[in-house]
Each structure stands twice: as structure tokens, then as C-alpha cells.
Nanobody, 124 residues
Framework: QVQLVESGGGLVQAGGSLRLSCAAS????????MGWFRQGPGKEREFVAT????????YYADSVKGRFTISRDNNKNTVNLQMNSLKPEDTAVYYC?????????????????WGQGTQVTVSS
């Protein structure tokens, strides 16, 4: 079993930055693809970003491309999401997810483990 714990959420003004972190425990996730998803008020959970097991390949939702950066440190068993130029529409609960297969996916039902989420609120 893998446990994922997100941190780093909070309240920020539009145009600001936040860095989310996801710490994995239970087993190493170095061979897993990892992803970030988010769920805004009254919305379905949506894909944000994913990274391959090696960290060499990354893919982003169009809505965050150029503003968000996903990274991982396999030595520390962590995944991060650097969020810049934040907009009010980025307000959501952000979830970290792990996929046992090393291939990336944008589909939430293809991830095997989930964290509890961290709230990000962007004020205008």
C-alpha cells in the first residue's frame, strides 16, 4: 500500500505562487507515474499534470501549461507542483495520485492511490 500526503496549499492573491508537495510512504514510488488532479467547487475532479517514473516526461492540462511545473525527487519519494501566475479559476482541492504502471495518464480512474487533498484558494 502507498500513502500519499499533500501539503503546501493555502490562500493566495491572483498572480501569486504556491508550491504543493506530495510525500509518499509505505513503499517507494520511483517506478510509478505520478499525477496531480484538482476539484473545484461544484466541478468534477480534473487532470492537472503528470510525470513519468523517471521524471523525464511531463504532460499538462492546457489550462495550466506554462504556469505550473510538476517535478519529482525519487530519492525523497516526493512529487511537487509549482504553481505560478495563479488565477481565481485555479481555486480547488488539489490531489496527488500514483499509478502503479510507469506510463503517464490523464484519466483519474487509471490511478491506484490518492492523497486526501490540499485546498488552494486564489482571491481576485
Amino acid at each position: 500500500q502507498v500513502q500519499l500526503v499533500e501539503s503546501g496549499g493555502g490562500l493566495v492573491q491572483a498572480g501569486g505562487s504556491l508550491r504543493l508537495s506530495c510525500a509518499a510512504s509505505g513503499r517507494t514510488v520511483s517506478s510509478y507515474a505520478m499525477g496531480w488532479f484538482r476539484q473545484g467547487p461544484g466541478k468534477e475532479r480534473e487532470f492537472v499534470a503528470t510525470i513519468s517514473s523517471s521524471g523525464g516526461i511531463k504532460y499538462y492540462a492546457d489550462s495550466v501549461k506554462g504556469r505550473f511545473t510538476i517535478s519529482r525527487d525519487n530519492n525523497k519519494n516526493t512529487v511537487n507542483l509549482q504553481m505560478n501566475s495563479l488565477k481565481p479559476e485555479d481555486t480547488a482541492v488539489y490531489y496527488c495520485a500514483a499509478r502503479i504502471l510507469r506510463f503517464m495518464s490523464t484519466m483519474r480512474n487509471e490511478y491506484d492511490y490518492w492523497g486526501q487533498g490540499t485546498q488552494v484558494t486564489v482571491s481576485s
